[in-house]
């Protein structure tokens, strides 16, 4: 059973474009939401988290947006560069067991030039 | 600072024979985690170690895999005898501690090893 559902698979973006990822989770106890960033060859790396006590987090061209009431969230990547060309993972937890991760499936992300 | 090491890096066996992985985690890190990353999925969490003790391994396949982190510092996973379904990358990554709060537990992960098992 999946926990968390990631959309979409695949990502095509024009530099300078917006990118947008969406994710979904059923388990009403996770409270904790990070993103990660993963290069091919590499490990996942995080970029971004978000408590559900706040609906909105910003830091430089990323943001994460929490809706509580539908249990979605997802992730926004202004100006998108080149270098942002990877595959993005949503991921949830408690905060009780935070390293105990559920991971979406990932979007791979591509920005044309 | 360094990061998560493991090794080798790539491990290619036939199906029935044994490999081990081997991971160091960031110096004065309490948690370490083995996740198992199948292509086109995201990281599955198999065991997380507080310390030197097991926290969690209900995903562990324990009829064929074992894992043990020694003196509280490095990790070996092993996987005996080996099916082609395990195929994946082995990611092994720790955090200062789980338990203190969620600022404390990020989670930094190695660059994995890869195993094929033909």
């Known amino acids: 059973q999946q926990q968390v559902k990631q959309s979409p698979q695949s990502l095509i973006v024009q530099k300078g474009g917006i990118s947008i990822i969406n994710c979904a989770y059923e388990?009403?106890?996770?409270?904790?939401f990070p993103w990660y960033q993963q290069f091919p060859g590499k490990g996942p790396a995080l970029l971004i988290a978000i408590r559900p006590d706040v609906s909105e987090k910003k830091e430089g061209r990323f943001t994460i947006s929490f809706n509580k009431s539908a249990k979605q969230f997802s992730l926004h990547i202004m100006d998108s560069q080149p270098g942002d060309s990877a595959t993005y993972f949503c991921a949830a937890s408690r905060s009780s067991t935070l390293g105990r991760l559920y991971f979406g499936r990932g979007t791979q992300l591509t920005v044309w030039p | 600072e360094a990061g998560v090491a493991q090794s080798p890096r790539y491990k290619i066996i036939e199906k029935r024979q044994s490999v081990a992985f081997w991971c160091n985690p960031i110096?004065?890190?309490?948690?370490l985690y083995w996740y198992q990353q199948i292509l086109g999925q995201g990281p599955k969490l198999l065991i997380q170690f507080q310390n030197n003790g097991v926290v969690d391994d209900s995903q562990l396949p324990k009829d064929r895999f074992s894992a043990e982190r020694l003196k509280g510092v490095d990790s070996t996973l092993k996987i005996q005898p080996a099916k082609l379904e395990d195929s994946a990358v082995y990611l092994c990554a720790s955090s200062l501690d789980s338990e203190r709060g969620w600022n404390t537990g990020e989670l930094f992960f190695g660059e994995g090893s890869r195993l094929t098992v033909l």
């Open positions: 110096s004065g890190h309490a948690t």
């Open positions: 388990n009403t106890a996770f409270d904790y």
